[in-house]
């Protein structure tokens, strides 16, 4: 089993910046892919951006590119999302997600065996 914990969430305003986190424990070493995606009541969890496991290859939905950066440091365990020029839109439930699978295009929420509780982003206007 692989454990996702976020953090990193708060409210922001329109323009501002947040950096979220995700610490990784347990069989880290069996998953490959890791990515961030959102929910927002209402709706289906939406792909944001994935990260291969070498990091070197990243993907990212349309509306944040640009303004998001994932990252992630192997050696601690943890992936990152630097949001900047954060939107109103933007706001929602971020969790993190892992699979054992390599980065490949069209991801969704079905490709993902692990997931943290998740971690709030408000963006006000």
């Known amino acids: 089993q692989v454990q996702l914990v976020e953090s990193g969430g708060g409210l922001v305003q329109a323009g501002g910046s947040l950096r979220l986190s995700c610490a990784a424990s347990?069989?880290?070493?069996?998953?490959?892919?890791m990515a961030w995606f959102r929910q927002t009541p209402g709706k289906e969890r939406e792909f944001v951006a994935g990260i291969s496991w070498t990091g070197d290859v990243t993907t990212y939905t349309d509306s944040v590119k640009g303004r998001f950066t994932i990252s992630r440091d192997n050696a601690k365990n943890l992936l990152h999302l630097q949001m900047t020029s954060l939107k109103p839109e933007d706001t929602a439930v971020y969790y993190c997600?892992?699979?054992?699978?390599?980065?490949?295009?069209?991801?969704?929420?079905?490709?993902?065996?692990?997931w943290g509780q998740g971690t709030q982003v408000t963006v006000s206007s």
């Open positions: 347990g069989r880290t070493f069996s998953v490959s892919t």
């Open positions: 997600a892992a699979r054992r699978g390599p980065l490949k295009s069209n991801l969704s929420r079905g490709d993902f065996g692990y």
